[in-house]
């Protein structure tokens, strides 16, 4: 009887075009796979920032459960209860801004787990209609009563709420939608909460390590309680659940996926401490895949393909269930892996192609746009005003009508991109244009050590990835010019342990500029350096002094020093930049040095 009935079923999903049958896959290397003994290009992982490819999370992981074993043996309410699973907790609630959080087995017991018991009888769940099935299932299992809204549709959440104005009220989201790749409404969310006080759950899990501040999500303004999971962005397993104060200690009497559950081991909150580490530094990779994404959603458009999504899921309209299947097919065909989304997954008859873009598909410029500008600023040692004459390009560039567009590849001793020792935030407080804009999106790899790129990225256990950079760089700047790249430190600093800063100008395929001391000791650096760009065979536009006024030198000593170069070099020195008073509104002397530069370029 049994077997009959699941026989007649799988007939009728093969014929409605639902039936899966999932391929089986032989290896994994990076963003390729192994299926039927072909290398496939996978467009179907949820490893957004490429941690769960990465060697070094994976040598992590491997200590971690060789220290603390493999299994906590037990529920966390009987024996479980590790102190290092409670320390991983409150590192994630605090790095994410929350009270507390609670560790789950997977995404989907954790959306059921908390659905099912903080909501009951009396209460009244609204939910927009294409939340993840695990929550549908938490809903059903609470008792409360629950009503859908159209998808991302604030007006009719309104309707719902105003005829429930007397009632204890939750309402149930996403950030970033797991199939239609579109970001909620949170400006018209955040307004909702404050007229009708609901309380909040937002399932984050495929934005967290992502979107926002340091990978911190978007909703938290509206999230009393967020949901994400450690199997996507975080390169892991399982998941975690932020919340208000008080609320871990419900969960832990009523929730019942979590009390008769093995808990997860020591091992894994170990890992997880590692991977909010690395995730907290993975600021390159965010912005790889934010570009990334961004140029195969236009290219996907511009092939005339009807694409949707706001951030790295990307939604390619199909239609019927059966089409949907085949073209999946002739993908992998093709050595492309790429999900086909069926109903129940999506509305009936609404099957879509799910593209999942990670950092570790690059993208590489074939080629160049020879009427880009691209000007690297460089310097013949740290500390020698590369920061102010960009500054004052950026500025220059804006006077005359351009729309400039200013990139810090690397930033070396500061916390991150909106420090206050920060080169880009610096520029950005500084150029009328830019003031109120992102500092973030300059800026790839940021490092808290003042040290080489390569010594401040061994001391956070980095390794500066020289491809990163160049897709970035070429993403970032597409269409743009003029472009002004800063460098950091000297043309000879280490990037990496076989790649110098000068490596990178012939990479970007950059026009260096110059910036040196106008004191004693520079005509000896300068030389070297001009040396070192011309024996691979690269020009400098020309050099530019800076005299910050910091330690006084001679008027004479600095037109010597000029001379000197320009004699010895033959290079175009273009004059020399005193010191700036007012950066906001520099001085238009400021400014000759790179009008002599530039006009004759």
């Known amino acids: 009887m049994f077997e009959k009935r699941f026989k007649e079923r799988l007939l009728m999903q093969q014929a409605a075009g639902l039936y899966r049958k999932p391929p089986e896959v032989a290896a994994r290397d990076g963003k390729y796979l192994t299926i039927q003994g072909r290398k496939v290009l996978n467009f179907a992982s949820n490893d957004y920032l490429g941690l769960g490819a990465s060697k070094k999370l994976r040598e992590m992981v491997s200590k971690n459960f060789r220290d603390y074993g493999t299994t906590s043996s037990s529920s966390r309410l009987v024996c479980g209860h590790y102190a290092t699973i409670s320390r991983a907790e409150k590192a994630y609630a605090r790095y994410f801004g929350y ?119 978007i909703a938290r303004s509206v999230a009393d309680i967020a949901v994400g999971t450690f199997g996507k962005a975080f390169g892991l397993f399982g998941a975690f659940v932020l919340l208000p104060e008080g609320y871990k200690e419900y969960l832990f009497n009523f929730s019942s996926p979590l009390i008769y559950s093995t808990t997860l081991p020591e091992a894994h909150a170990a890992s ?136 810090k590849l690397i930033q070396t001793g500061c916390a991150g991109p909106y420090d206050t020792e920060s080169d880009a935030r610096f520029i950005y407080e500084h150029v009328a244009a830019l003031k109120g804009k992102d500092p973030g999106d300059s800026v790839v790899y940021c490092f808290k050590n003042p040290k080489a790129p390569y010594f401040a990225a061994r001391d956070e256990g980095m390794v500066i990835d020289p491809h990163i950079l160049k897709g970035s760089f070429e993403q970032r700047i597409s269409r743009r010019s003029p472009v002004v790249l800063e460098g950091a430190g000297g043309l000879l600093v280490p990037v990496t342990g076989d790649v110098l800063m000068i490596s990178l100008v012939e990479l970007l395929a950059a026009t260096p500029i110059l910036v040196a001391r106008a004191s004693l000791g520079t005509i000896n650096h300068t030389l070297l350096s001009i040396e070192a760009l011309r024996a691979r065979g690269m020009e400098p536009t020309g050099v530019v002094f800076v005299d910050s006024g910091e330690t006084p030198t001679p008027h004479e000593m600095i037109r010597e020093n000029m001379e000197a170069v320009a004699s010895v070099a033959k290079v175009r020195v273009a004059g020399v930049v005193g010191r700036i008073r007012d950066f906001s509104n520099p001085d238009d002397g400021c400014y000759g040095p790179l009008s002599n530069l530039l006009d004759q370029n």
Do not use: C
């Open 99 to 217: 009270e507390d959080a609670l560790f789950f087995p997977s995404g989907y017991q954790a959306n059921l787990g908390v659905v099912s018991a903080f909501f009951g009888r009396g209460d009244t769940v609204i939910f927009d209609k294409h939340v993840h099935a695990s929550t549908v299932k938490g809903m059903g299992l609470s008792r409360a009563e629950f009503m859908g809204y159209r998808h991302n549709s604030m007006s009719h959440l309104r309707k719902r709420l105003e005829t429930r104005k007397e009632e204890q009220v939750g309402v149930l989201t996403e950030s970033l939608f797991s199939m239609d790749g579109d970001l909620l409404d949170l400006d018209g969310m955040k307004e909702l909460k404050e007229t009708y006080g609901f309380l909040g759950l937002v399932d984050e899990a495929h934005a967290f390590g992502v979107l926002g501040e340091g990978g911190r999500g």
């Open 272 to 407: 997880a401490l590692d991977v909010l580490d690395l995730v907290s530094r993975s600021e390159g990779e965010r912005a790889v895949l934010r570009d990334t994404s961004r140029l195969m959603k236009e290219g996907l458009r511009s092939e005339g393909y009807r694409v949707s999504g706001d951030a790295h899921i990307l939604a390619v309209e199909i239609g019927a269930e059966a089409e949907a299947a085949q073209v999946s097919r002739r993908l992998l065909e093709h050595d492309i892996f790429a999900f086909s989304a069926r109903y129940p997954t999506v509305p009936l008859g609404k099957a879509i192609l799910r593209i999942s873009m990670t950092s570790l598909h690059r993208w590489y410029m074939q080629k160049s746009d020879s009427s880009a500008r691209r000007l690297f600023v460089t310097g013949t040692d740290t500390g020698v005003g590369k920061t102010v004459i960009s500054l004052l390009l950026m500025q220059f560039f804006y006077l005359r009508g351009g729309e400039p567009f200013y990139m």
